[in-house]
């Protein structure tokens, strides 16, 4: 344990209030030494070797909570000091860390997992198909769905499986996200958007691509063994274009390929954007998401907002995130936030991160200093099959 429990701190309260007399303090120091005894075998099996068979458990009070830590363009380059140095600033150890890994790359992220793991954190992996450079709004290339569909990356799947499975520790894999946004060359925009997919037209040739190919890679990676991977849809807050057709329920692989609903929830990114409060952003969002699928736990898998003159008050708007997302939506279950900052072509810069001021970084560490924001990991032990 990290300090010294609530209940050995009653205990030795009581412990002081009824040691007046030899008898009261045998009695006293009995009761302690039974208390000791239970606490420290309930820590043990809390906290599993970290070595052992686990999995980790969606929390039923409170949610984790996670972030991603500017680890440069490819969004990969993952090291334990920049963790450290993130928790040092914001106060709180982070049981989510979340890094890329893009089809371009053709490999498999082993180092930047164990280093994560290795911190008792979970990784959060977004398996994007995309090539390089990695601009947005370009189109499809080599990976594109159909190409994916139709087993030309089979092997690379496969391959990429193997590791998952060698690595062998929990871990949390999103399959090419935001795909109701059209920005993504993985985006039901490019794959026949709006056409309809079957004579009853309740079906649309861009969801029905996607989702074809995201039952393709996730039952490639099962069949390989990686029973260690949790899988999680993940879509943008809102749909872009925002039709019916490209909707978040039209892209739903189903029950049976999705253990956590992830949901990205941006402010203001651009200087020329509308500032947002969080329930404008998060409220019907949620209530479309919760509607998805009534029993997966829900993640907000990337949260911020920059922070420009003479726009909205970015310490007010991490502050209502960090009460709202636990208050008054019980089904978010972690908030990973996005902690990155990039400059524009306009020359200007996008700061996103939690200290792009004092006051910014103060309602942070004071949102995430609430006990409900969980910072360890509920593990429960695998039964080897």
Same mark, same amino acid.
């Given at each position: 344990?990290?300090?010294?429990?609530?209940?050995?701190?009653?205990?030795?309260?009581?412990?002081?209030?009824?040691?007046?007399?030899?008898?009261?303090?045998?009695?006293?120091?009995?009761?302690?030494?039974?208390?000791?005894?239970?606490?420290?075998?309930?820590?043990?099996?809390?906290?599993?070797?970290?070595?052992?068979?686990?999995?980790?458990?969606?929390?039923?009070?409170?949610?984790?909570?996670?972030?991603?830590?500017?680890?440069?363009?490819?969004?990969?380059?993952?090291?334990?000091?920049?963790?450290?140095?993130?928790?040092?600033?914001?106060?709180?150890?982070?049981?989510?860390?979340?890094?890329?890994?893009?089809?371009?790359?053709?490999?498999?992220?082993?180092?930047?997992?164990?280093?994560?793991?290795?911190?008792?954190?979970?990784?959060?992996?977004?398996?994007?198909?995309?090539?390089?450079?990695?601009?947005?709004?370009?189109?499809?290339?080599?990976?594109?769905?159909?190409?994916?569909?139709?087993?030309?990356?089979?092997?690379?799947?496969?391959?990429?499986?193997?590791?998952?499975?060698?690595?062998?520790?929990?871990?949390?894999?999103?399959?090419?996200?935001?795909?109701?946004?059209?920005?993504?060359?993985?985006?039901?925009?490019?794959?026949?958007?709006?056409?309809?997919? /079957?004579?009853?037209?309740?079906?649309? &040739? #861009?969801? %029905?691509? !996607?989702?074809?190919? +995201?039952?393709?890679?996730?039952?490639? =990676?099962?069949?390989?063994?990686?029973?260690?991977?949790?899988?999680?849809?993940?879509?943008?807050?809102?749909?872009?274009?925002?039709?019916?057709?490209?909707?978040?329920?039209?892209?739903?692989?189903?029950?049976?390929?999705?253990?956590?609903?992830?949901?990205?929830?941006?402010?203001?990114?651009?200087?020329?954007?509308?500032?947002?409060?969080?329930?404008?952003?998060?409220?019907?969002?949620?209530?479309?998401?919760?509607?998805?699928?009534?029993?997966?736990?829900?993640?907000?898998?990337?949260?911020?907002?920059?922070?420009?003159?003479?726009?909205? /008050?970015?310490?007010?708007?991490?502050? &209502? #995130?960090? %009460?709202? !997302?636990?208050?008054? +939506?019980?089904?978010?279950?972690?908030? =990973?936030?996005?902690?990155?900052?990039?400059?524009?072509?306009?020359?200007?810069?996008?700061?996103?991160?939690?200290?792009?001021?004092?006051?910014?970084?103060?309602?942070?560490?004071?949102?995430?200093?609430?006990?409900?924001?969980?910072?360890?990991?509920?593990?429960?032990?695998?039964?080897?099959?």
């Amino acid at each position: 344990m990290r300090g010294e429990s609530t209940l050995n701190k009653q205990w030795r309260r009581i412990y002081g209030i009824v040691c007046r007399t030899r008898m009261q303090r045998f009695c006293a120091i009995f009761l302690l030494t039974l208390v000791s005894s239970a606490c420290h075998q309930r820590t043990k099996s809390d906290k599993l070797d970290n070595n052992a068979s686990v999995e980790v458990v969606a929390p039923a009070h409170g949610a984790y909570t996670g972030a991603f830590i500017d680890f440069g363009e490819a969004e990969e380059d993952v090291t334990l000091e920049g963790i450290e140095d993130f928790e040092t600033m914001v106060g709180k150890h982070q049981a989510i860390i979340a890094s890329s890994s893009y089809w371009g790359e053709l490999d498999f992220p082993s180092k930047n997992l164990n280093v994560i793991w290795q911190h008792r954190s979970l990784p959060l992996v977004f398996w994007s198909p995309w090539d390089r450079p990695y601009e947005q709004n370009t189109g499809p290339d080599r990976f594109n769905l159909n190409s994916i569909i139709a087993g030309a990356w089979d092997k690379y799947i496969d391959d990429w499986a193997n590791a998952a499975k060698a690595f062998g520790k929990p871990m949390i894999v999103v399959f090419a996200n935001e795909m109701n946004g059209d920005w993504f060359p993985w985006s039901g925009t490019y794959y026949g958007g709006n056409r309809p997919a /079957n004579e009853e037209k309740t079906k649309w &040739q #861009g969801p %029905e691509i !996607f989702k074809e190919a +995201y039952r393709h890679v996730v039952d490639r =990676v099962r069949a390989r063994g990686a029973s260690n991977i949790k899988w999680m849809f993940h879509t943008n807050n809102y749909s872009s274009p925002l039709d019916t057709w490209n909707f978040a329920p039209a892209y739903y692989p189903g029950p049976d390929y999705a253990d956590w609903l992830g949901l990205s929830v941006y402010g203001q990114q651009y200087k020329d954007e509308a500032w947002a409060d969080i329930p404008s952003l998060v409220d019907w969002p949620y209530k479309e998401m919760s509607g998805v699928d009534p029993n997966k736990p829900i993640m907000i898998a990337e949260w911020g907002t920059g922070e420009f003159p003479h726009s909205g /008050n970015k310490a007010e708007w991490i502050k &209502q #995130g960090l %009460e709202l !997302f636990r208050s008054r +939506y019980p089904r978010i279950k972690a908030a =990973v936030y996005w902690h990155e900052r990039w400059q524009n072509e306009e020359g200007y810069y996008s700061n996103l991160r939690v200290n792009s001021s004092v006051e910014s970084l103060q309602a942070y560490r004071e949102g995430v200093a609430n006990p409900d924001w969980l910072a360890d990991l509920l593990l429960r032990p695998v039964t080897a099959k």
